[in-house]
């Protein structure tokens, strides 16, 4: 079954370009809000770094949630976006003191500090702004997730975060700094998780932190456990949501949260991955010495997940109801790596046909490049066409 797109709007539009369906981002909002709303005390930040288009974040934004940032801009557009400033995270390995400066100006919920030396640095801008800066401590668990390689972000040989054996020092330096108020611990393993057992136990661990705290008599507002939670990418007909539910519920059953504290979720890639294809137009047909090539005029330049990760998106010839046949769909920069798969079954293609890369709406738009001097990606959304 492939998906439903309005074809005859698409024939007139410069390839390649992007489309979103904001019926299906409505509707999985509505699904995420009705299942953390089931749990006392969940709230849900979007990772802006998954999507950043102005539209998508105004919708995310409508339907309550607050906003998971890594980068200054990230804040701006956040706050572009309509954003309460106190709904507002900031994570990053790297805050420059701009960043820093533009999270106190704007007085944001929380800064998820990865580091003594940058709890030491926000604590200097903070005092010679005459503020306070909130923040959580990011706690490097050494939890492995089973995801690729390039985005597990929770083992301790990862950049991020506080090793788990300075936890107790750096805690006790953020609580004698005068300008940093200590608001709880941040947490996350990885991105593209669908092993929920990676999650509980990240739960586990948290509860052995806790229960250390709690002797030391260490108080802890809130719990930030990011997010991870992965999609269906072989099946976006079928299955075009992620299972909103059971990841909830994983967290409400196994994590021992302590009376009154908060629970922090940072959903991207679950948010707006489904919601989002790349559109593309076939230029040729290439007949290999043992294989047949599908050549577009999208490429790595404007979905780069595939050379990057290798990762996999469900391909559709959303022109043709030909017989099946394999080709490799290659873009055209000159790059070896300029493939989006290879050997896969495609309705029979021919010049012009306009073929669909699926589940494109996290880190597609947001990470095309200009290299070979080519521009970027137009954004179109189901509302607007």
């Not at 079954?345 to 080519?374: K, P, V």
Request: glycine share 8%; charged share 20%.
């Amino acid at each position: 079954m492939k998906g439903t797109f309005p074809k005859e709007k698409f024939a007139s539009l410069q390839t390649p370009f992007y489309y979103y369906d904001m019926e299906l981002l409505r509707q999985t909002l509505d699904v995420i809000r009705r299942e953390a709303g089931r749990h006392e005390d969940f709230h849900v930040h979007y990772a802006v770094k998954a999507n950043a288009n102005s539209k998508v974040l105004r919708a995310i934004r409508q339907a309550g949630f607050g906003a998971d940032c890594v980068s200054g801009g990230e804040i701006r557009a956040a706050l572009d976006a309509g954003f309460a400033p106190d709904t507002i995270v900031y994570a990053g390995v790297g805050k420059s003191d701009w960043e820093i400066r533009l999270g106190l100006e704007a007085a944001i919920h929380c800064f998820n500090v990865e580091s003594l030396a940058e709890l030491e640095v926000i604590n200097e801008i903070a005092a010679e702004m005459g503020t306070i800066a909130p923040v959580a401590l990011r706690i490097n668990p050494d939890v492995g997730a089973h995801t690729h390689a390039n985005i597990t972000t929770g083992l301790a040989e990862n950049k991020f975060g506080i090793a788990m054996r300075d936890m107790e020092h750096v805690i006790e330096q953020a609580q004698q700094m005068p300008a940093i108020s200590f608001t709880g611990l941040h947490f996350h393993i990885g991105s593209q998780i669908l092993d929920m057992g990676d999650f509980q136990a990240l739960c586990n661990r948290i509860n052995d932190l806790q229960t250390l705290l709690s002797r030391r008599h260490i108080d802890v507002a809130s719990i930030n456990v990011g997010g991870g939670l992965g999609i269906d990418y072989q099946h976006p007909n079928r299955v075009p949501m992620a299972d909103f539910k059971t990841y909830f519920d994983t967290f409400a059953r196994r994590l021992r949260l302590l009376p009154g504290q908060t629970l922090h979720f940072e959903l991207g890639r679950a948010v707006v991955a489904p919601m989002g294809s790349l559109i593309t137009r076939t230029l040729y047909i290439k007949e290999g010495a043992t294989k047949k090539f599908c050549i577009v005029d999208a490429g790595m330049t404007d979905l780069i997940r595939p050379a990057l990760y290798q990762a996999y998106h469900k391909i559709e010839n959303i022109t043709s109801d030909e017989p099946m046949e394999p080709y490799d769909v290659v873009g055209p920069i000159c790059e070896s790596s300029d493939v989006f798969a290879k050997r896969i079954d495609l309705n029979r293609c021919q010049r012009g046909d306009l073929i669909a890369i699926r589940s494109a709406g996290a880190y597609g738009e947001i990470m095309a490049s200009h290299y070979n001097c080519r521009p970027i990606p137009k954004a179109y959304t189901s509302d607007d066409i």
